[in-house]
């Protein structure tokens, strides 16, 4: 099974960039497909991204999309999140998570490997 560690989340105001990065130890598969996931306080667990390892193709949830870019290394390997022009409602815990299959519309029960999460929160 994967291991998955999140970093790169902190402290921002809205408008900014982060990056975050989830690197991955184990045995990965050459078929699955590699997710972030956020979580806000008193909310659910809800998707952000995801990305075919093999060939690249991508997912974004509504809100994400045209500001939040995932993409990743497969060599090292090292998935990543570009988050551009933060908005306030982006604050919560961000999970990256590998999906054995990937799927059109994600959902958490999907993924079966996550990281421990990082906090990214955004002032306005």
């Known amino acids: 099974q994967a291991q998955l560690v999140e970093s790169g989340g902190g402290l921002v105001q809205a408008g900014d960039s982060l990056r975050l990065t989830c690197t991955m130890s184990?045995?990965?598969?050459?078929?699955?497909?590699m997710g972030w996931f956020r979580q806000a306080p008193g909310k659910e667990r809800e998707f952000v991204a995801s990305?075919?390892?093999?060939?690249?193709?991508?997912l974004y949830a509504d809100p994400v999309k045209g500001r939040f870019t995932i993409s990743r290394d497969i060599v090292r390997p090292i998935l990543f999140l570009q988050m551009n022009r933060l908005q306030t409602e982006d604050t919560a815990v961000y999970y990256c998570?590998?999906?054995?299959?990937?799927?059109?519309?994600?959902?958490?029960?999907?993924?079966?490997?996550w990281g421990q999460g990082t906090q990214v929160t955004v002032l306005s």
């Open positions: 998570a590998l999906q054995p299959v990937m799927t059109l519309r994600p959902t958490p029960s999907d993924f079966d490997s």
């Open positions: 990305i075919s390892w093999r060939g690249g193709s991508s």
């Open positions: 184990g045995r990965i598969g050459r078929d699955v497909a």
